[in-house]
Structures are given as C-alpha cells and as structure tokens.
C-alpha cells in the first residue's frame, strides 16, 4: 500500500508551530531521560521547565490550594464523608454535598456548556467582581482557555485566507497556531517594549488598514490581560479606547484574562476586566472574556478547567456555539468542580478560610518576589534589558547578541535566539522559549521564562553565569 | 458597529450536526426545567435521557467502581492517606503512591501525548489483550475518544470537499459532525439490518468507486466495533478482509473500539481487536485504534478519558500528531488515572479484587439482561423489528409507521422518526434519539435508545404503550 506522507495530509496542519512545546521543550524530554541513566555526563541534575506555566509541576511543586483538593476529594468518593468525617474540615464536607447534590456523579457527562449550577456560580463572581449583571446563559465551562480560544477562532475564519486576527506581538504562540491550523490570516501589531509593552491604538488601525489592502478582513482582536508573555496591565483608558476600536471595525474582542488574579504590584497596576469596561460603556462590542484555573493562585493545569463569557452576542451565534461544544460532549468535571472551588473559595468565618488564605498569600508574594528578583538581577546583566512585570508568570528579556553568536546561529540553521536557549538548556538545565516563538521586532532577540522555579537564588545564578560565559565564548575577542 | 450573524462564520459550522445533543435532546432539557415547577402539567415526573451512553448519569446511577474513585480520591489529597490510613484498602494506598510517584501532582500539565507511565501500562494491556507488542510511543492519550477522532479526522482531509471518508451507515454522528466540520466527504456504506447489521466488502468497495468517479478520494475507512448504535460484533474473517480492503485502497483504518468490553454474548459474540488482527497478518494497515473509559463497565464519561494507539505510522506523521496534540497542552489529568484504573484493576488476591469482580459482574449482568428484556419485548411489537445487539449499549429498532403518522409529520416539518421521538418524549419523559440522526435507508424509520434505564419493567412497558397508542392515533381506521 502507498505510505501515508505528510504531503498527504490537511496541509494546514503542517503550518502550525507552538514553541512553547516545540524543539526546546522535545530537546529537555530527552535530557530528562538522559539524567536517568548512570554517568548522564551532564553537567546539572536536574531539567528546569521555565518554558510553560505549569506551577506544580515535579520540581517547582507549588503547592495546590488544599480547600480546593479536599473538595475534590469528596467528589471522587462522597462516602468518604462517613467513613472519615473528622478528615475534612466541616464547610469542605458542606460544600462537596452541594456540588454532588447539584452535580450527581462526576463521572456523568454534564450539559455541554458545563453544570448549571457552576455557570450560575461563575456568573455571581462575574457580577461581584465587575458590579455589572452576567447570565449563566451566556458563560461556556471549557476544558482550560485553550479550548474556547481554538473554538471561537475556528468559528470566525470564515474565508480561508482572507479572515484575520489581530494579536499582538509577542503573544501567547496559541493563537498563531490556531489560526495556522484554521487557515486564518493573523494580523500582527507590535508592543512598546520602550513603554512597558503598552498597547499603540495607531498600530492596531495600521495593522487593520494593512490587512483591508491585502483584501483580508479583520475579524477580532486579541488582547491579552495580564500580558503573555509580557506581563504588562493594561489601563482603563486603553481599555475604553480598544472597545471603541472594536465597535468602529466591528471586531470581536477576544479577552484572554486568565491572569486576572496575577498582580504584583496590584495597587499601581490592578486589573480591570474588559466585561466591566464594555458594561460601563454600555457598548454593543461582542466580547468574549476567558479564564482558566491553570494559572492564578490556583495553578491546575492538570485538571483541564476555565470558562469564557460571551457579552453582547446574538442568540442565533450562541446557539451554534453551544452546537459545537455539543459534538465534544463536555468540559472534564474535574475541571468545572476547579471552576467552582476558585471562584467560590472559603469565606471568612469558615473552618477552611484560615488555611486558604495563607496558602493564596504565599503564592502571591513568592510570586511577587520572584519576578521582581529575576527582572533586576536580569536587567542588571551586560546586553540584556528586562521590563519589571506587574502581572502574569512570565518574564520576557530582550537579548543583545554579539555578532559572533548571529552568525554562528545563523550558519548552524538556528534563529539566534534558539541558539542561546538551547546552550542555556544543555549547560544548565533551564529551558526557556526563545522569543522567536513569540514573536519580536526583526534584529531583536528575547526569551521568555516563567517566574516559576525552585530557590530563586540558585536560579538566577545559573541564568547569570550562563550569559556571562556565552557572551565571553561570543565577543570578538576570542 | 456590525451585528454578528451565522453567515459571517465559518461557514462548514453551519453544516455541522449532532443529532444526541440535538433537537430532542434540548426539547427534553427544558422539559426537566419545566418538571421543577409545582403544577407542571407533564405527564411523567422525570426525563429519562436514553439518547445518551452516559452510565453515571442522575437517574440511572449505575455506580462508579469503588476502587476507581479511590484512587482518584487520594490523587487528589494525597494526605488522606495518613489523615485517614483505615479508611482505604492497601492496594488502593499502593496503588495511589505509585501513581503519585509517577506523575506528580493531578494539578500539573503532563506529557503532551500522556503520562509516560500511563501509556507503558497502556502497552502492556493491549499486549496482554492481543499477544502482540505495543509501543507507548505510539500511543496517544485523550480526553475521551471523540478528541482523538476529531483530531484524526481533521489532518486526513487533506482537501476541502474532496477527501472522504468511509462510515458505516447507520453510524455514530460524531463522524459527519466531525466531516462536516472539516470539509471532509462523508462516503457512505450500509450495514445490513437483516444480516444483523453485517458490514458487505463489496459496499465498502462500491462507495470507494462512486467517490472516486465524483472525483473524491477516500482517505480513511471508520469501523465501529461493537457498533454504534447497532451493537454488531465482527467476526474475525471479515476484519481480515477489512483491513486487506485498507490496504488495497491505502486507506487509513479508524477503529472505534470504545464498546469492546461491552459484550453480552462473550461466547458467541466475542471482540478481536483490529490491532490483533493486523498483526496477525502483518498487514501494513495504517491503524488507529480507539478506547475510552465513558463506556465499558467504567462509565466515567465526566472525567473525559480515552486512548488511541497508532500501529504503521511513520514517524514524521507521528511527531505532527504530537505537535497537534501539544497545542492543546495534555489531557485531562483525572481521565488519565481513569485510563490507569480502568486497564490495571485490582487483581485476585488483592483487598480491592472481590468488590471489583462484584461490582464489574453486576454491571455486565444488568446490562445484558436489560438488552434482551428490552430487545425481545420491542421486537414483539406491532410494526417494530429490533435486533438483539450482542454489544455495546444501545437498541436500534426499526418502526414502520402509519402512512398518516408520515404524512402528519411532513406537514409539521419533521422526520417522521423525529416526530414519533418527540411524542414519545412529550407523553413518556424518554428521549431517544430519532434514526434520521444517524442515518438510515430511505422510507425506513428507526430510533436509537441506550439500554441504560431505571427499572426495565417499568421503562419498557412505557415504550410498549406509547407505541400501541401512536398507532391508534395514525391507524386509518380514526
């Protein structure tokens, strides 16, 4: 029988890159396998992921909320509630027993849009934060936010080619990969490093006036709040501004918040939501906000759990869109009851809140404390240039390389960038995505890595010695 | 601005359909709604959701296996297990620290394609099932089947609306869904209802030649085994000439195996994988083959866990399936425990063994009672001609309906098969789900039910006296 090629397959497919689990990410698997054996001959011990949020992974070990876990717990087997009541503090039995009485197994597929119930949660939180009315009609309960972002961008690209998203650049390598793999047209405008990675509003109609002669239609914009991987916090001003920009162009705003609760320094820089700006506006944009447990305080990526809202959308275009999620059954009640204990967590007076709130409290200011730590050690290093994120898990670094390394990269068949990350990678274990995933100015160079690491110290050092000694084995010098 | 109408989409989503979660299956969810009121004015006091395998859900509560959800339980607090050391049994304990050591925290993105760890248990049970090898390289793990056939699917159609598919009518509607979606070619061939729902080669072979002279090419051929919705086993000589039609035809095979422990008549009727088969003959088939923890005796639907293994495929289309799957980061982590539990339970002599075998035995018990009870009293039914499935967990009867019930419902706008369902739904609270949905021969009527049912007695005997009072009302003698 004739072989099945790649030639052979959607070609679409073949167009999709996402750095973040691209050759860097394979490369370290296969250190990680190395160390394993006796005499490895490497010179670490042990593979840093910095290149993926990912806050409890093996070696990173952010401890998950135990609230939330406890909960859980009681899910997956309700009895143990008799058999072991005096393990689970009382609000956490109270709590499981409403999730199981509205709920029923966690083994049942739920309605496809997600457990009312939750929705009807989410939507009390929305309200809460926002001050503004949210419908539980109108929220989706996704399988994190990866999966709403790749439905909402398959539903838009309506002419191969010709349909475009705005993202900004650098951005989160998912929407490029998505709309490689839908055949849209992403519609890039760049980010003020100079400014903190602010947000040009002149660039962003550039970028629409660029597409309109190229005969693509721009049909939504991404923004992404609390920056990835820049970590920037947008303000209210340009906020208004980027609603009214949607409304002139008729643009679909794609709100990815799943930072939200990512503040480090929350009194200069807080969050406000996109739900809120539209709703206070009283605009008629069509927004979709996402969120996802995998990030915040919560980190858990594993369980495979968020939401988006849709503001402003015509019954007709939910109906579809609850067609779609139909065909994949339902997000993961894992994931949903994640939703849940996040965006409910214990209230003061209750028998969990003390411990909840110790644990939140250390995540954030580790959190805090990390990023400020790399980014002033990070900056203070010869050719690199660091901003102090406010928000996020991300530090994005711009790197001056020696010409030496340019074209040493450049003769090895590698962007610069991957070059230095991979030599990062073999001589200290620290994998890192370099920026050229994420995209950046031409002739610039950056990396991205996540305020996420054992001992911050002993791993900034590592990153230190490592540039030092590159740019010696790079200087004209040598 | 621009209101957002369905036209301004992408426009294969319009053509999408799935009829399980369709129009009966929203009719019914607003009926539970309206049953909540005092005075609802129904006929019934409960909707029982027979359009969909879901075990676990409220209502048919077929209970979850106790052992599954212990280890799950202690994946989720691992504490627990010196919190409350008496509350588990001992391989439980065991069970879990091994997982736990394998994996992690649940709360942590895994290996794009599946905990290693998994997938090598994953090998060694399909080894053990076939008497082959299996590599866990070659193995992908999913968020429940339909995740892996979305994915297959959609890089196999490599051409909009001239690659096809081949699948069985009547078929799952995950798979035109799916086609649908992607601008693949659905390319029919019948099953033969009076042969049992056996699969013709020469069928196969005509729908590959009619899509050829259109001008399609028939990239892949789905076989459902046991079927869906037919619960049809294949014998052995026939999944031989199958996979020589593959290779005839280079097609991919896309082997839906998610029902194989579903077996009533185990004696008779039992499962060989398609895996063993091409083994076997050392066919070079491309093969993939499906399963899932939503069915079997498992049910765990909600935790959206699944696997597929890939047997002949090149290493380049392999590394694209793992960049395609990495986008969306790693499947559920609480469906692949479930996958761990479901292909490793606990074995004779172990504390957990005795209630596993009596919980497991009871379930298949009351599955092939309920089948034959349910088969044998529909088909004793005027006008209705069932098949008594040796697998799966669903009934395909066949009704012959009044020439005035026909004609009424083309007057209502309606399938005929849909406008029975929808009465059936209105007086007896039982959805099932119309034949039109998955597919059937032209002027035939049928209806899909899962033998998933409180009571059976009881249930049938609705069904019974639903289908005697439509014929009255459609008889020509009113």
């Known amino acids: 029988m004739r072989q099945l090629t790649p030639e052979a397959l959607n070609p679409a497919i073949l167009n999709v890159q996402y750095a973040v689990r691209g050759e860097l990410a394979i490369r370290a698997e296969e250190l990680r396998v190395q160390l394993k054996g006796e005499n490895h001959g490497l010179p670490f011990d042990r593979i840093i992921s910095s290149n993926i949020g990912n806050p409890q992974q093996k070696g990173l070990d952010q401890p998950p909320i135990t609230f939330t876990r406890q909960v859980a717990a009681l899910m997956e087997w309700p009895a143990l509630a008799d058999i072991a009541p005096d393990a689970f503090p009382k609000d956490v039995v109270a709590r499981a027993k409403e999730l199981h009485e509205a709920i029923g197994s966690i083994g049942a597929y739920s309605h496809s849009q997600g457990v009312p119930f939750i929705r009807e949660n989410v939507a009390k939180f929305i309200e809460e934060r926002d001050g503004f009315p949210s419908d539980p009609?109108?929220?989706?309960?996704?399988g994190g936010a990866s999966a709403g972002v790749s439905l909402l961008i398959s539903m838009l690209i309506s002419v191969p080619h010709k349909s475009g998203v705005l993202i900004p650049i650098p951005q989160y390598p998912l929407y490029t990969a998505t709309l490689a793999r839908f055949n849209g047209v992403p519609l890039p405008f760049h980010l003020d490093e100079a400014a903190d990675w602010a947000i040009s509003i002149h660039d962003i109609e550039a970028a629409i006036e660029k597409a309109h002669r190229e005969g693509i239609t721009a049909k939504a914009l991404v923004i992404i709040n609390p920056g990835n991987p820049t970590g920037a916090l947008l303000d209210e001003d340009t906020q208004i501004e980027l609603v009214k920009l949607c409304e002139k162009h008729s643009l679909v705003l794609l709100a990815d918040e799943v930072y939200q609760v990512n503040l480090h320094k929350p009194t200069t820089h807080p969050f406000t939501s996109f739900k809120k700006i539209v709703s206070q506006t009283q605009s008629p944009v069509l927004l979709v906000s996402l969120h996802s447990i995998s990030k915040g305080v919560s980190g858990e990526c594993g369980r495979r759990g968020g939401y988006f809202e849709c503001t402003n959308f015509p019954?007709?275009?939910?109906?579809?869109?609850?067609?779609?999620?139909?065909?994949?059954?339902?997000?993961?009640?894992?994931?949903?009851?994640?939703?849940?204990?996040?965006?409910?967590?214990?209230?003061?007076?209750?028998?969990?809140?003390?411990?909840?709130?110790?644990?939140?409290?250390?995540?954030?200011?580790?959190?805090?404390?990390r990023t400020k730590t790399m980014s002033g050690r990070l900056n203070a290093l010869p050719g690199v240039s660091c901003v102090d994120s406010p928000g996020a898990l991300y530090l994005y670094p711009q790197i001056r390389l020696p010409d030496q390394a340019i074209e040493t990269a450049r003769e090895a068949g590698k962007e610069p960038d991957a070059f230095y990350a991979l030599q990062l990678l073999h001589e200290t274990?620290?994998?890192?995505?370099?920026?050229?995933?994420?995209?950046?100015?031409?002739?610039?160079?950056?990396?991205?890595?996540?305020?996420?690491?054992?001992?911050?110290e002993d791993y900034v050092r590592k990153l230190e010695e490592f540039h030092e000694k590159f740019l010696q084995r790079y200087s004209g010098a040598n």
């Open 315 to 369: 019954a007709d275009i939910l109906d579809l869109i609850y067609k779609m999620v139909s065909v994949s059954l339902c997000p993961p009640l894992s994931g949903q009851i994640g939703v849940d204990t996040m965006i409910r967590p214990p209230n003061p007076g209750e028998e969990s809140y003390d411990l909840w709130k110790k644990e939140t409290d250390e995540i954030h200011a580790t959190l805090a404390h």
């Open 137 to 142: 009609n109108h929220i989706f309960l996704t």
């Open 429 to 456: 274990g620290i994998c890192v995505v370099p920026g050229s995933g994420f995209g950046q100015k031409e002739g610039q160079w950056h990396y991205r890595l996540t305020c996420l690491c054992p001992g911050v």
